[in-house]
């Protein structure tokens, strides 16, 4: 486990004096990073409780929960086992990195149509693939149960009591329903959708959470999950160029423009003492930039 610390960081193109501080959780860990090494750690240890031999676990071709799990279960003797979203990757993951990383982490693949992927275990399809795996452990998509939010509370320590406003990008909902739950009274957390249309997050939000410190700003997924703008890139390079903090494009890239539009605008106030979490995710930039490349897009600088 590396040294995970807060920093200051300044926004390009924003001239403010309100101290602006982000969390490295992109440091906790060279690829278990981030949200997912807090959202696997209990999981991990309920496995363990109940002796059980792999785990199985769902994601998309470009998954950074997919790859941590294989990374986590290669570091804990587990087997491990993706369900991928899209039969038709099926010939032609070995062209992912993502997906190759996860394999050369020991994690092997069933890829599903995705019809059958959105009902996930409750799937007649998937549920006669569970049937054939022995002695397994399901981890949600992208790790979200009440272990995930148990692990994530533990991320606010004793150094981030001083923050009035905590911000993270959202998936699931796992990581800001923990930040929810070990927030203290005068702390107020945002989160940031990397999904179109995710208003229905909030009630998913609050089957874990039984407070409503939180809101979600729903303006800057760019167009939904993966999909990203020139706009988006230019603001990451500068980001990293000012500050030397890479962001990936997917989750806390986003989540860093909004929160700089959202203080542009006023609509945090000045005296507030801002604290933006990095949900580590980098790893994915290289197939990001794959893409790019293959449209002739400037890159995300690594």
């Known amino acids: 486990m590396s040294q995970v610390f807060i920093q200051p960081f300044q926004f390009p193109d924003l001239k403010t004096e309100q101290p602006l501080y982000i969390k490295r959780e992109d440091l906790v860990h060279p690829i278990i990073s981030g949200n997912k090494f807090w959202k ?3 999981n991990l240890q309920k496995a363990k409780e109940l002796q059980k031999t792999t785990l199985v676990t769902f994601g998309g071709a470009m998954s950074n929960h997919i790859v941590a799990t294989a990374a986590a279960g290669k570091e804990n003797n587990f087997k491990t ?3 991928i979203r899209g039969e038709e990757i099926q010939n032609k993951w070995k062209d992912n990195l993502s997906l190759q990383e996860a394999y050369s982490l020991g994690m092997n693949f069933y890829f599903v149509p995705r019809k059958e992927y959105r009902l996930k275990e409750r799937s007649k399809y998937i549920q006669e693939i569970l049937k054939t795996i022995h002695n ?3 981890v ?3 790790g979200t ?3 995930a939010v148990k692990g994530v509370s533990e991320l606010l320590t004793e150094e981030t009591k001083k923050f009035d406003i905590i911000t993270t990008a959202v998936g699931t909902g796992g ?3 923990g930040l929810s739950v070990g927030a203290l009274p005068h702390q107020h957390i945002i989160g940031f959708p990397a999904l179109k249309n995710a208003q229905f997050l909030v009630k998913e939000i609050l089957k874990l959470t039984e407070k409503e410190n939180f809101n979600l700003n729903l303006a800057y997924h760019f167009g939904g999950y993966a999909k990203i703008t020139l706009e988006l890139i230019e603001f990451i390079n500068d980001f990293y160029l000012l500050n030397h903090i890479p962001l990936d494009p997917v989750y806390t890239g986003k989540m860093m423009f909004g929160l700089r539009e959202m203080l542009r ?3 945090i106030p000045s005296q507030k003492k801002v604290l933006a979490i990095h949900t580590g995710g980098l790893q994915g ?3 990001m930039n794959k893409l790019l490349t293959k449209k002739n897009i400037k890159n995300i600088i690594i």
């Open 81 to 83: 086992i993706g369900i």
């Open 145 to 147: 149960n009440l272990l």
């Open 140 to 142: 949600p998509e992208g």
């Open 175 to 177: 990581t800001i329903s």
């Open 265 to 267: 605008k006023g609509e």
């Open 285 to 287: 930039i290289k197939e």
């Open 40 to 42: 696997l750690k209990y």
């Open 136 to 138: 397994y452990y399901l």
